[in-house]
């Protein structure tokens, strides 16, 4: 998939909180929910902009967590556009 060449995503990912052993993204908690804490590279300042309220999250819970860059690698599964 052409559009998709070249795909890179940046994340906040960590240990779980609550001990499962299993690295995740982290999440925030907004108006709306808990949202991934993911950007587009485009949107990167916005992810980099939360580094305070990660270093606080990962002081209370002791773990470290890491903004990670994201390259795709492969395509799983696509669902084709209606016609």
């Known amino acids: 998939m052409n559009e998709l060449d070249g795909l890179t995503i940046y994340a906040w990912v960590g ?3 609550w001990g ?3 690295i995740g993204i982290k999440q925030a908690l907004t108006r709306a929910g808990y949202v991934p804490l993911v950007a587009m590279d ?3 300042p916005k ?3 939360l580094r305070n309220q990660v270093e606080e999250q990962a ?3 002791g773990v470290t ?3 990670v860059k994201l390259t795709l ?3 799983m599964e696509t669902v084709p556009h209606a016609e």
Request: hydrophobic fraction near 50%.
């Open 15 to 17: 240990l779980d909180e």
């Open 20 to 22: 499962s052993g299993k």
């Open 42 to 44: 485009y949107d990167l």
């Open 47 to 49: 992810l980099q902009a």
């Open 59 to 61: 002081r209370f819970f």
């Open 65 to 67: 967590i890491a903004l």
């Open 73 to 75: 690698s492969a395509v």
